[in-house]
């Protein structure tokens, strides 16, 4: 009985976890060029944005450092984060994100 009504709230409202549409379709702009598996740097103010953190470990298994230094050579500027490290040049654009490559 408990698995039949698992089943019938999943056919009738779909899956219970609410998505970002906005900041999933923004990582997924960047997601061709991101490195996949590895540390990077972002601005201190996205310590907080655990929707941002979470998206990042759990789809793209990126994790962010949140010191405002570039980390492995990529940076990722959230809107109005912080400006840009000395060095750093964008390899992607979305309206939220930027995505930086440094020391190239």
Not at 42 to 60: I, K, V
Request: charged share 15%; glycine share 12%.
């Amino acid at each position: 009985l408990l698995l039949a009504a698992t089943a019938g709230v999943l056919l009738m409202h779909g899956s219970l976890e609410i998505r970002n549409r906005e900041l999933v379709r923004d990582l997924n702009a960047i997601r061709p060029v991101a490195p996949v598996g590895a540390v990077i740097g972002a601005c201190p103010s996205s310590r907080d944005d655990w929707g941002l953190l979470n998206y990042l470990q759990r789809f793209y298994r990126i994790s962010l450092r949140t010191e405002g230094t570039p980390e492995s050579g990529w940076f990722l500027v959230a809107s109005g984060g912080c400006p840009a490290p000395v060095g750093c040049g964008a390899v992607a654009n979305t309206t939220e994100f930027e995505l930086l490559r440094c020391g190239q």
